[in-house]
Structure formats: structure tokens, C-alpha cells
């Protein structure tokens, strides 16, 4: 009985996986017939707003980036194939476990399966950066900044993760049957501390932040904060041309460590009025307490999904159907499992986040032009649809299903019916 479940599962997971590649496959070749159809016109809402050149030159990036998608898929996929029904993970476990002790076998095991996700994503990302960016003007990283910045990240991730990992393995290995509430609750004081502490302790590693100068735009901005009632942690400017020509404006933190943050390129780029706008926009997140609904809902769903391996830990057809025997299962071995094979069962839900997000953006949207202008920011949408290269022509369906943000063309719709 046991077998049969393992190979049912084994089919199972094949099915999801299957489903979930063959749509990414089909949207992606929607979205490049889509663009391409497009490209030698711009469309009538935008005709006075957007060059030819800089709409095909959009046109042009998308689709580079969407056929790429289709090598990292191919990669992504066969990793992926490789580490579970390959024996990849089976292998590893049986190696760390036959030389350590269970908690640090399991940390061995997470560790080097990070490590073998990391090599076979650095090329990847290379190409993305030192050839489609730099094909389109974007990149402004050196090869030097680039493999700094990875080992930064790598040497961060050892420091902070290495004793989250093993809290986790301990509250698995120690608190009985319902060790997943515990763990649960652990990982939600973490992510909590890291809001609080990424701005101040973690973000200036790979950027610079200066305080935004007198001026205008500081006048305005402050101005803004006063109508919103909104209290900041400070207002920055960050060297985001150091490693790009794509700008941007965000909040960081959480309570009293937040702190608004432009782009260096954004200044450079937008007017006073525009970036006005553009935090009015930002703020709208703030007060439509959309960054609260968002970390509830991800502790929500990280509480179904712990609740969900806290069933499956036990079962030996779980681990068979995945590629690994008896002699290696355990806590850790179930975690990697669990979280290497749930996106293709959940990849279909992908349009309910995206929708949700899109409706947030509406919202935000719609605060901005009651606190600003919103034909600034109807201008400033533009420019920045503009240098990012960001398609105006995106295949509806595709859209529908992956974009946080709505189409160039409803948004400003929106907007301008909100007036």
C-alpha cells in the first residue's frame, strides 16, 4: 500500500508539475506574439506621450526577457527534477548524515542544496544583467560590483540563516506534534524583527542612502507627508545608478524605522510635481494599510503551508514519491521537499495574488489623486513606463495572470477617471 501512495504521488507531483510548465509556456508565447503584434504602433492613448523608437525599444526588451524566461524554466526545471526524483536530495541527506549529528546534518543539507541553487543561478543572472540590460542601456553594474554584491549576499545569508535554520530544525525536532504552530510562530517574530532592522542594518551593505537635499522636491515631499499625516524615519536617496538606469521610489521599515527612499535615477528623471505624485501613490499603500493586509496574508499562508508538511512529515509515501528513501527521512529532508515541490501544485493560484496586488495598486491609485495631481502622476507613469522599457502592449491574459501592477492603459484610465 505504502508504494502504491508513493507512486501516486510521484504522478501527482509530475501532473502539477507538468500543468504549471505547460502554462508559463503557453502565457509566455501569448506575450511574445502579443508584443510583437504591437510593436510598430504605438498605442492612441499614448501617440502624443511615447516615441516609436522608445516603444519598440520596449517591445524589444520584453521579449528578450520573456525568451530567457524560457532557458531559466528549462533550468529551473530539470534542478529541480534532478534533486528529487534524481536522488540529488537523497544523496546529499545520506552524505551529511552519515558524518554529523541530525540538527547539523540537516543544516549541512539546506546549506548545500542554497549552494547548488546559487551556482546554477549565477550564470543566469549574468546573462540577465551584462546582456539583456546591458543590450537595452540599463546596466550600470561592473563585473567586480556584481560578484561582490553575490558574495555580500551569500556571506548575509550564511550569518543570518545559519541559526534561523537550526531554530527551526530544533523546534521540529523538540516540540511533538505540533511543532509547525511553533515554528509558525518563530517565523513571524523573525520576519517582523527583519522589517524593523533591514533599513538601518542591512540595506546600506549594497547602497548608500543620503538624506534627499533641500529643495523643491524636499518642500514638496514634506508638504505631502503633513496633508497625509505621515510620519517617516527620514527621506533618502539611494545610488540606485550604481547598478541601474531603471528608477524607483519605496518605503522600508515598519513602525518607527520607516523611511522613504528614491532612486537617485528617479530624481534625475521626474519633476517636482511628478515625484510629488509618485509618493502620493506610495503613501496610498500606507494608508490603505495594504503593507499590513500583505504580511498578514503571507502569515496566513505560511500557517497553512507548515500545518500542511506537519501532516505530511510522517507519511513514507511523501518522501518516496519525491525521490528518497527511508534511511534519510527526516525534519530537514521534509522542509526542502516540501518547499521545492509545493510551487507546482500552488502555481496555479498565481492570478488571485496578482489580482489582489492590481486592486491595491487601483486603491493607491485613487488616494494619490485625491492628495496630488493626478495628471502629474499620469505623467510620471509614463516616463517611468518609458525608461523602464516596460511594454504598453502587454497579451491581456498574460497580465491577467503575472502582473502586480494593471496595464499602462487601464491604470491611466483609472486615473484619470478618479478626477
Request: net charge positive; charged share 15%.
Amino acid at each position: 500500500m505504502p508504494d502504491t501512495f508513493a507512486s501516486s504521488f510521484t504522478a501527482l507531483f509530475l501532473a502539477a508539475l507538468g500543468i504549471s510548465v505547460a502554462i508559463r509556456i503557453w502565457l509566455a508565447s501569448r506575450q511574445i506574439r502579443h508584443v510583437c503584434a504591437s510593436r510598430d504602433r504605438v498605442p492612441a492613448e499614448f501617440a502624443d506621450r511615447v516615441a516609436l523608437e522608445a516603444h519598440r525599444k520596449a517591445a524589444d526588451y520584453t521579449v528578450a526577457k520573456v525568451r530567457f524566461g524560457f532557458v531559466a524554466l528549462t533550468v529551473e526545471t530539470a534542478l529541480l527534477l534532478a534533486l528529487t526524483l534524481g536522488g540529488g536530495i537523497d544523496a546529499l541527506a545520506a552524505w551529511w548524515q552519515a558524518r554529523w549529528p541530525a540538527l547539523t546534518a540537516g543544516l549541512g543539507l539546506i546549506f548545500s542544496l542554497l549552494l547548488i541553487s546559487g551556482l546554477v543561478d549565477l550564470p543566469l543572472a549574468w546573462w540577465r544583467q551584462f546582456v539583456i540590460e546591458a543590450r537595452f542601456g540599463f546596466n550600470r553594474m561592473t563585473p567586480g560590483l556584481f560578484l561582490a554584491d553575490t558574495l555580500k549576499s551569500a556571506l548575509l545569508a550564511a550569518v543570518i540563516g545559519a541559526p534561523v535554520i537550526l531554530a527551526v530544525l530544533w523546534l521540529m525536532e523538540t516540540m511533538g506534534s505540533y511543532w509547525w504552530l511553533h515554528v509558525w510562530l518563530f517565523w513571524c517574530c523573525f520576519n517582523l524583527l527583519i522589517l524593523f532592522i533591514y533599513p538601518t542594518w542591512i540595506a546600506p551593505l549594497f547602497n548608500k542612502f543620503e538624506p534627499l537635499a533641500e529643495g523643491e522636491v524636499r518642500q514638496r515631499v514634506e508638504a505631502l507627508l503633513a496633508r497625509c499625516g505621515f510620519h517617516s524615519g527620514g527621506l533618502f536617496v539611494m545610488d540606485g545608478s550604481r547598478r541601474s538606469a531603471h528608477g524607483n521610489a519605496y518605503f522600508t521599515g515598519f513602525g518607527k524605522t520607516k523611511r522613504i527612499v528614491f532612486f537617485d535615477t528617479l530624481l534625475k528623471r521626474l519633476q517636482p510635481a511628478e515625484i510629488e505624485a509618485v509618493l502620493a501613490h506610495e503613501l496610498g499603500h500606507f494608508k490603505r494599510r495594504h503593507v499590513v493586509k500583505r504580511i498578514i496574508t503571507m502569515f496566513a499562508l505560511s500557517l497553512l503551508f507548515l500545518a500542511a508538511l506537519g501532516q505530511l512529515i510522517s507519511a513514507p509515501w511523501f518522501y518516496a514519491g519525491l525521490g528518497v528513501g527511508a534511511e534519510v527521512q527526516g525534519t530537514a529532508v521534509a522542509l526542502v521537499l516540501f518547499f521545492l515541490a509545493i510551487p507546482a501544485f500552488v502555481f496555479p493560484l498565481t492570478p488571485l495574488g496578482s489580482m489582489l496586488s492590481r486592486k491595491h495598486e487601483f486603491e493607491a491609485d485613487h488616494y494619490a489623486a485625491q492628495h496630488a495631481n493626478s495628471e502629474d502622476l499620469v505623467r510620471a507613469l509614463v516616463k517611468l513606463y518609458e525608461d523602464n522599457a516596460a511594454t504598453l502592449t502587454p497579451d491581456p491574459l498574460h497580465s491577467l495572470f503575472y502582473d502586480s501592477h494593471p496595464p499602462a492603459a487601464i491604470r491611466i484610465a483609472h486615473l484619470k477617471a478618479a478626477t
